[in-house]
């Protein structure tokens, strides 16, 4: 689990590096920042967190799509923390820009798609593990009634 877990930091670490150089070094527009809330911030802390913990799912594979998936939100959370104007969007799509974008939102999307087919492989893969529905059903009826 160790290994994992150093897996998943090591990604986001080093993926939010890319995307806060990225930032840094090219030249943005001043419309091509979005402001975001302290409770957006407070979310993504908690997305990072909880990408730490799938560490626990025995998976190299999830492993890096988790740290994928954080390292988008840091990247998005470190702008977002240290700058007053907000996240800056320094890929511009479009000769009139319909679309502006980061690089943390791209190693998010990755993230999230990565990690969906790690998980769905994982899930297949020890699939004996699981409760039968009627099972399951039973027991969260049972800790329900029990709190």
């Known amino acids: ?3 994992r877990g150093s897996i998943v930091l090591g990604i986001a670490a ?5 995307d806060l150089t990225h930032k840094a070094a090219v030249e943005i527009p001043g419309w091509a920042y979005h402001l975001r809330s302290g409770a ?6 908690a997305l990072v967190v909880g ?6 799912v025995p998976s190299s594979s999830v492993a890096v799509a988790a740290g994928l998936l954080a390292g988008g939100a840091l990247g998005n959370l470190g702008s977002s ?4 104007r ?4 320094p890929i511009l799509v479009g000769e009139d820009t319909i679309v502006a974008f980061n690089l943390a939102d791209v190693f998010t999307l990755a993230g999230i798609c990565t990690l969906m087919l790690a998980l769905i492989a994982v899930t297949i893969r020890h699939r004996e ?3 039968p529905p009627r099972e399951f059903a039973r027991m969260l009826w ?3 009634r029990s709190a």
């Open 14 to 18: 080093g993926l939010a590096v890319v």
């Open 51 to 56: 990408c730490v913990a799938l560490a626990r």
């Open 40 to 45: 957006w911030e407070l979310l993504a802390a």
């Open 129 to 131: 593990q699981l409760l």
């Open 142 to 144: 049972e800790r329900l």
């Open 81 to 84: 923390v240290s700058s007053d």
């Open 86 to 89: 907000g996240i800056p969007n």
């Open 1 to 3: 689990m160790v290994l």
